[in-house]
């Protein structure tokens, strides 16, 4: 069972602990890195341009968040994404607030280009990407439904050889093989900065031991979004809802991730 198969990734992440460098911004580094040490995976996170390629060798896989945008480290998200791909290591791409800038849609063509593994990011992030933009970003928020993106997440899919996550009340995962939504989590979810950016780490985090990425990303998507959905049963608002994820993220159950877990797969 689809079920039993996502647990067993779970388990495993806190068995083998992948290290993560993360190129994020500023805004969430804090929560990205505590969420990732929560679920059993280690962060690191660097910048320097001369120790992005040794960092790479030393990690399993790389996220790439330009939330933050920034010269010096458009450069060195370039070198640590060419790194990756060089050792074969899988590295996500995380498109924040594409399409409100063309500096940042500028920077997404060129790291488009370096053909991440993952893309995640949500509806109108995604829509931007593809050139499907109908919806307007509303800053680092989606103004659009999930479903609304699928059109978009196939062409970059196709495009770019890469799997896709779309990320809203319905998470949406794709490549050219699967398709599978997921639909936990809780709207308060969404009053917490950077929980996007959190789900990407976790993304990454998984991507780095399990060989098919549709299926790396359903672990993670499904991880966050029923301890996000658990969590928020015991938060009283935005603030105890964040730590009550991660203490969530530390101590989840078998029991309590398979009678949670809303799933259903399309295609694959």
Same mark, same amino acid.
């Given at each position: 069972?689809?079920k039993?198969?996502l +647990?067993?990734n779970?388990?495993q992440?806190?068995?083998q602990?992948?290290?993560?460098?993360s190129i994020?911004?500023y805004v969430?580094?804090?929560n990205t @890195?505590n969420?990732?040490? @929560?679920?059993g995976a280690?962060?690191?996170?660097?910048h320097?341009h001369p120790?992005?390629?040794d960092?790479?060798k030393?990690c399993?896989?790389?996220?790439?968040?330009?939330?933050?945008?920034d010269?010096?480290?458009?450069?060195s998200m370039?070198?640590?994404?060419t790194q990756?791909n060089?050792?074969q290591?899988? +590295?996500v791409l995380?498109?924040?607030?594409?399409?409100a800038?063309?500096?940042?849609d500028e920077?997404?063509?060129?790291?488009?280009?370096m053909?991440?593994t993952? $893309?995640?990011g949500? @509806?109108?992030e995604i829509?931007?990407?593809?050139?499907?933009?109908?919806?307007?970003?509303?800053?680092?928020?989606?103004s659009?439904?999930s479903n609304e993106a699928?059109a978009?997440?196939?062409?970059l899919?196709?495009e770019?050889q890469?799997?896709?996550?779309?990320s809203g009340?319905i998470?949406?995962?794709l490549?050219d093989?699967k398709? $599978?939504?997921?639909t936990?989590?809780n709207a308060?979810?969404?009053?917490i900065?950077?929980?996007?950016c959190s789900a990407?780490a976790?993304v990454?985090a998984?991507?780095? $031991?399990i060989?098919?990425k @549709?299926?790396a990303v359903t672990s993670?998507?499904a991880?966050?979004g029923?301890v996000?959905?658990?969590a928020?049963?015991?938060?009283?608002?935005?603030g105890?809802?964040?730590?009550?994820?991660l203490?969530?993220?530390?101590?989840?159950t078998?029991?309590?991730?398979?009678t949670t877990?809303? $799933?259903?797969?399309?295609?694959?």
């Amino acid at each position: 069972m689809m079920k039993d198969l996502l +647990w067993k990734n779970i388990t495993q992440l806190r068995a083998q602990s992948p290290l993560v460098h993360s190129i994020t911004n500023y805004v969430v580094m804090n929560n990205t @890195a505590n969420a990732l040490l @929560a679920a059993g995976a280690s962060p690191i996170m660097a910048h320097a341009h001369p120790e992005m390629e040794d960092m790479m060798k030393i990690c399993q896989a790389l996220v790439v968040n330009i939330g933050t945008l920034d010269e010096y480290w458009v450069t060195s998200m370039k070198k640590a994404a060419t790194q990756a791909n060089q050792l074969q290591k899988p +590295w996500v791409l995380d498109p924040v607030g594409a399409g409100a800038t063309p500096y940042r849609d500028e920077v997404l063509a060129d790291l488009l280009k370096m053909k991440p593994t993952i $893309i995640r990011g949500n @509806a109108s992030e995604i829509m931007a990407l593809a050139k499907h933009n109908t919806t307007p970003t509303k800053g680092v928020d989606s103004s659009a439904e999930s479903n609304e993106a699928i059109a978009a997440a196939k062409f970059l899919a196709e495009e770019y050889q890469t799997t896709i996550c779309i990320s809203g009340e319905i998470d949406i995962i794709l490549n050219d093989q699967k398709e $599978i939504h997921l639909t936990n989590g809780n709207a308060l979810m969404a009053k917490i900065t950077g929980m996007g950016c959190s789900a990407t780490a976790l993304v990454a985090a998984f991507s780095a $031991i399990i060989k098919d990425k @549709a299926e790396a990303v359903t672990s993670a998507m499904a991880l966050l979004g029923v301890v996000g959905e658990l969590a928020a049963k015991e938060s009283k608002g935005p603030g105890s809802l964040q730590l009550n994820i991660l203490d969530k993220l530390y101590n989840l159950t078998e029991t309590e991730f398979s009678t949670t877990l809303k $799933i259903e797969v399309k295609r694959g």
